[in-house]
């Protein structure tokens, strides 16, 4: 048997025709989109313009008021936060500030998704933390340190272990970087990215961060007016004429990054 | 869509299978991943007694998908050493590699508790609580100090809306649980002074223990268990947001601020609710006289003043005001403990509560203990 990877696949995350109210107050206006595995979506817009919602709405926080999503090929619930356990298990979510379990030390944050998973065998669950730890770049002395005593970039990698423990297909990530310094912003995007290589996952990330989008992203999609602008790749993105493209893309700032 | 799906997510499989030799070959198919791993413990049970029969030859080739968490199963299974025949696909090879390379750390010594450490640390925890309670009175003592000098400086704003939460808005369950009360104390009281034809007594008993005790205590109850734990949290979660340090950073001090206000509030409403509480016990004891007693609300009212002397009156209002500091400095206090996780939060607001209504019963005790004398027909 050949194996090889490859047309099957299901679409990691497919939206079709999705509307989001919240009230009166219109979120998402018409958004389909198909995310391809094995790609990262770098999820781009102005503040409050619906992103973090659109991610939350993967996740099954939240549903759409209209429209189907489906994540690995699997519809998601029509009722926010009836996921069952089989689906939820194949994304990790990395939250914006972490999202850590504040009573429970480090070791026993990353551990806990597998103890939810109902094993038992406390050397398993010890070699794959340990190696998780190790694998974003903390040493094994920080896994008795309490959430509250780590910094915002331990926060991060601590989540991004979590998120990672049960071997996710699909990967989130709510601002990954923010509030991060660019050193440990850098590392942790060279982290991901060497993650990214090696264990085959696909990303989708609301970022702010224009050198993520530059670095890591495969793919761009912008939203603006509550609507889905464009998602292609960077180049491309770029090229778009639409006037928020204008005032994200081509500023002072921006031209920075992308004309080096 | 369900093809591609299912194929997406083959499920792991394990077969022993005799070779030309004779000997027994473990072959494993599928795409093993953790979840699918978990999800079939029967693969488990199977792995593992392959791995017990010593299965020497094990093929792995067919293995479609292998994730590192899964492969250390599979290593675990192996007892932590390669087998002496495996055909494996090169880059999972390197997955159970990883495994053989990775060192445990040894971990870290467990402290001995023994049994003089544990009453160490209570007593030393006592002494903490102690000890910061004595600061946080010295800081009010002088906060109060500084405002009899600067009257400007007073938090009306702040007090006033702890009088409204704490006392308005406590109205309502206070006088139901007060009222339920005196119907109760009255209907048991009446039972045993019909057996005596004392009946006009019941106005004597209610009185006097309404008054004087059960009024203000069960007020301060009421207050401890709305209020009190109600400020804990609040005070918490100003520690958990960093609004703590950035009213330090603007140079506003915590005791005046959120301290001060909460006390004065809470002891001036106190007293007041007590009273409340006193006047829905009363009415319900008088409700439940004239239905089992026959005794008109008119003839209880006349001789209400007679048989309490005013006296109660004031111990009452006196005790509430103390019960409504010590509620309101108990409350800062643990408030102040907090510590910015969820455990801490729920253990230190229970003590509050806890550590509050004690501390009411116990001042009552000291109160009954030193006014014996007073007040008493």
């Given at each position: ?12 995350v497919r939206f079709e025709q999705v509307w989001t109210r919240f009230g009166d107050k219109l979120i998402h206006q018409n958004i389909s989109f ?7 979506l770098g999820l781009v817009g102005a503040s409050g313009c619906g992103k973090t919602t659109l991610l939350r709405e993967i996740?099954?926080?939240q549903t759409p008021s209209q429209g189907n999503i ?134 989708v990330?609301v970022?702010h ?11 761009v999609a912008v939203l603006a007016d509550h609507q889905l602008i464009v998602k292609a790749?960077?180049?491309?993105v770029?090229?778009c004429p639409h006037p928020f493209i204008g005032q994200f893309f ?11 | ?377």
């Amino acid at each position: 048997m050949t194996a090889s990877p490859s047309p099957v696949l299901p679409n990691a995350v497919r939206f079709e025709q999705v509307w989001t109210r919240f009230g009166d107050k219109l979120i998402h206006q018409n958004i389909s989109f198909c995310l391809q595995q094995g790609q990262i979506l770098g999820l781009v817009g102005a503040s409050g313009c619906g992103k973090t919602t659109l991610l939350r709405e993967i996740i099954g926080l939240q549903t759409p008021s209209q429209g189907n999503i489906f994540v690995m090929g699997k519809a998601l619930p029509k009722q926010a936060g009836h996921l069952d356990l089989q689906t939820s298990r194949l994304s990790g979510v990395l939250f914006q500030k972490g999202a850590l379990f504040s009573a429970l030390n480090v070791f026993e944050n990353i551990a806990f998704p597998l103890r939810e998973l109902g094993i038992a065998d406390k050397g398993f669950i010890q070699h794959l933390v340990i190696m998780k730890l190790q694998r974003v770049g903390l040493t094994t002395s920080d896994a008795g340190l309490m959430p509250a005593a780590l910094s915002g970039g331990m926060v991060k990698r601590v989540a991004l272990a979590r998120a990672l423990i049960l071997e996710p297909s699909l990967l989130l990530l709510d601002e990954p970087t923010s509030g991060l310094d660019p050193i440990a912003s850098e590392a942790f995007v060279s982290l991901l990215s060497e993650l990214y290589g090696e264990l085959n996952f696909t990303v989708v990330m609301v970022t702010h961060d224009l050198d993520i989008l530059r670095d890591l992203c495969t793919e761009v999609a912008v939203l603006a007016d509550h609507q889905l602008i464009v998602k292609a790749a960077l180049p491309t993105v770029l090229a778009c004429p639409h006037p928020f493209i204008g005032q994200f893309f081509h500023n002072r700032r921006a031209n920075r990054v992308f004309c080096n | 869509m369900t093809d591609k799906a299912t194929d997406f997510q083959a499920i792991p499989q394990l077969e022993t299978v005799q070779q030309a030799d004779g000997q027994f070959c473990a072959v494993l198919s599928g795409s093993w991943h953790l979840c699918a791993v978990v999800a079939t413990p029967k693969l488990r049970a199977l792995l593992q007694q392959c791995a017990e029969n010593a299965v020497t030859h094990w093929d792995l080739r067919s293995v479609t998908a292998l994730d590192s968490a899964a492969a250390l199963i599979i290593w675990r299974a192996w007892g932590g050493q390669w087998p002496a025949y495996v055909q494996i696909k090169p880059e999972h090879r390197q997955l159970l590699q990883r495994w053989q390379a990775q060192v445990l750390p040894n971990p870290p010594p467990k402290s001995n508790l023994w049994i003089g450490q544990g009453i160490a640390d209570s007593i030393g925890s006592v002494a903490g609580h102690l000890r910061s309670l004595l600061i946080l009175q010295g800081q009010l003592l002088l906060d109060v100090a500084y405002l009899l000098s600067h009257p400007k400086a007073i938090p009306w704003a702040e007090i006033s809306i702890i009088i409204y939460d704490a006392g308005v808005r406590a109205l309502g369950i206070t006088a139901l649980v007060g009222f339920l009360i005196g119907v109760v104390l009255s209907y048991l009281s009446a039972l045993q002074l019909k057996m005596f034809g004392a009946e006009i007594y019941i106005i004597n008993i209610l009185g006097m223990s309404i008054i004087r005790e059960l009024g203000p205590l069960l007020a301060a109850i009421l207050v401890a268990g709305r209020s009190g734990s109600a400020m804990t949290a609040q005070i918490g979660i100003m520690r958990v947001t960093e609004e703590l340090d950035a009213l330090s950073a603007m140079g506003i001090a915590h005791s005046m601020r959120l301290v001060l206000p909460k006390i004065a509030a809470l002891s001036l409403v106190m007293p007041l609710l007590s009273e409340w509480t006193n006047v829905a016990a009363l009415l319900g004891g008088m409700v439940s006289a004239l239905v089992t007693l026959d005794i008109s609300m008119g003839q209880f009212v006349m001789k209400l003043p007679e048989v309490v002397p005013l006296a109660n009156v004031f111990i009452g209002l006196g005790k509430s005001a103390v019960f409504g500091l010590a509620i309101a400095l108990l409350a800062c206090h643990f408030g102040f403990r907090i510590k910015p996780n969820t455990e801490s939060l729920g253990i230190e607001t229970t003590n509050s509560v806890v550590a509050s209504i004690t501390a009411v019963i116990m001042i009552d005790a000291v109160f009954a203990i030193l006014l014996m004398k007073v007040g008493v027909p």
